[in-house]
Every structure is written in C-alpha cells, then in structure tokens.
C-alpha cells in the first residue's frame, strides 16, 4: 500500500499572516530553520513566502524591511497537495515545479501541514527520490 503524504508531512508548522513585516517572517524562518513560510489568513492557505521573494522582490529593490509585509512579495497560488495523496505525487509535484517543500492542504483550502523533499525521502522508495531530487536541483 503505497504512502499518504499524511504520513510524511509535518503538522501544525510554522505560518506567516499577511500583515507580518518581513523581518518578523524572516526572523520566524530562522528560528525554524526553513527556507519558507506558508502564508495563511484564518487557517487558510494564501501564498508562500520564499527566503528568495524576500530577497528578490524586497532587498534587491531597496523597500524597508520593517515596513513591508508578507503579502506584497509571498508568491501567490502556491503549488499544494492534499493530505490523502500518495508521496509518489508530492514527489511529481516538487519534480515539475522544482520546490523542496509543498504545503499540504485539505479541500476547503485549510492548511494542515508541509511536506519536504527529506520528509519524502524518509519514507518513499530511495530510486524514486534520488531522481526528484536531481530534478529540483537542475
């Protein structure tokens, strides 16, 4: 019986709201030690947010940090998976869109949990992961 990405994701993680400034998103991405944020209102999935917006669409542009919030520079329609899916589809997914890390979300858009490519790597078959892995890093 193959995998549910329930099974490989982690619950409850670490979110950022809209409103938040960047350094309070930033701050939080340190402390967690991730490279991204789910971005959520009212449990909802809106956006990620990337240590790569943040860098991209703040730094180098000169905006002040402080006073700029996660919602003008997360990246919006986010690519997700459901909790009930297999992990050879999160796999597929991280695959074609080449990200690490997919938040997982259930029907009504209500963020449950985020599944990473190690998270996968624990429990999926090592062929499979090793060529998803080459995929994203290309």
């Known amino acids: 019986m193959a995998k549910k990405v329930r099974d490989a994701m982690t619950a409850e993680p670490r979110s950022a709201e809209p409103s938040q400034s960047l350094v309070e998103a930033a701050q939080a991405m340190k402390q967690e030690d991730v490279g991204s944020l789910p971005v959520v209102e009212g449990g909802r999935l809106l956006a990620v947010l990337t240590d790569r917006d943040i860098v991209v669409r703040a730094v180098a542009e000169g905006v002040d940090l402080q006073a700029t919030r996660v919602g003008d ?29 997919l938040p997982v979300v259930e029907e009504d858009g209500r963020l449950v949990g985020v599944v990473a490519q190690a998270d996968v790597a624990q429990q999926a078959d090592e062929q499979r992961t090793g060529e998803v892995v080459e995929q994203i890093s290309r």
Do not use: F, K, Y
């Not at 520079?73 to 050879?88: C, F, H, I, Q």
């Open 73 to 101: 520079v997360a990246s919006r329609e986010p690519v997700t998976v459901g909790p009930e899916e297999d992990l050879d589809e999160a796999l597929r997914l991280m695959a074609r869109h080449q990200v690490r890390r």
